[in-house]
């Protein structure tokens, strides 16, 4: 059966998947969910339509498993507000995360922030690199928020790859280049910690309609 996922406006030239991260389901939900959205959605639409777009979605998906009173609006304004460094690394800080998740969290960012626009597989393969050397170093259940942030920075990173060019990149305040590939694995490891996996999808799908008037991404 053909599912969403497999309709992305563009496929990349390497593996986006990692099957040693047992959290990988993450990223792959991410990314079909989005593309549900997106397909549901239409250029008119104001941000806090796509919003209310995003919250029936995923209401229908996760049913009981949605974090109660769950908001995309709500978890994403903190995310899309970020303009300094220290805000970015405040917010990090605020969730309720141990000093090691948080740590890892922020060598993970440290890979994504690297993306230009050209360089989709380095980045992959160094988000890889970096999940099966923390599963060495910790039961994968330890450092679940990281791995389910992780799963979702790769997966989304490759989703908002193809509308990429090097005429349509701004950089916004603090984000760099495809900054909203980072707000969903940004999303994701603070939804994780209130929700598990189903949290950790909904907070990045937050975090990935808050930049949607940036992105224009329901536009065809």
């Not at 959205?37 to 498993?65: A, Q």
């Not at 992780?150 to 495809?178: C, Q, T």
């Amino acid at each position: 059966m053909k599912t969403i996922y497999e309709d992305w406006p563009k496929r990349i030239d390497c593996e986006v998947s990692n099957p040693l991260n047992p959290y990988d389901e993450a990223g792959l939900r991410h990314n079909e969910l989005m593309a549900q959205i997106e397909s549901e959605g239409n250029p008119e639409m104001t941000l806090d339509d796509v919003f209310e777009l995003c919250d029936k979605v995923l209401k229908e998906t996760f049913k009981n498993e949605l974090p109660p009173n769950y908001s995309s609006k709500e978890n994403a304004t903190p995310i899309i507000n970020i303009e300094t460094e220290e805000e970015y690394r405040n917010y990090i800080n605020s969730l309720e995360l141990s000093v090691e998740q948080k740590d890892n969290v922020f060598k993970l960012n440290d890979i994504l922030f690297r993306y230009n626009g050209n360089n989709i597989c380095e980045i992959i393969k160094s988000v890889k690199d970096f999940e099966n050397a923390l599963m060495k170093k910790y039961k994968p259940e330890t450092m679940e928020n990281v791995l389910i942030s992780s799963s979702v920075g790769r997966f989304a990173l490759a989703y908002w790859d193809s509308r990429v060019s090097n005429d349509n990149i701004e950089a916004k305040g603090f984000w760099k280049k495809l900054f909203t590939g980072i707000a969903d694995s940004i999303g994701a490891v603070g939804g994780a910690g209130v929700g598990g996996l189903a949290g950790g999808i909904t907070g990045a799908i937050g975090a990935s309609a808050g930049f949607g008037s940036v992105w224009d991404i329901f536009a065809k």
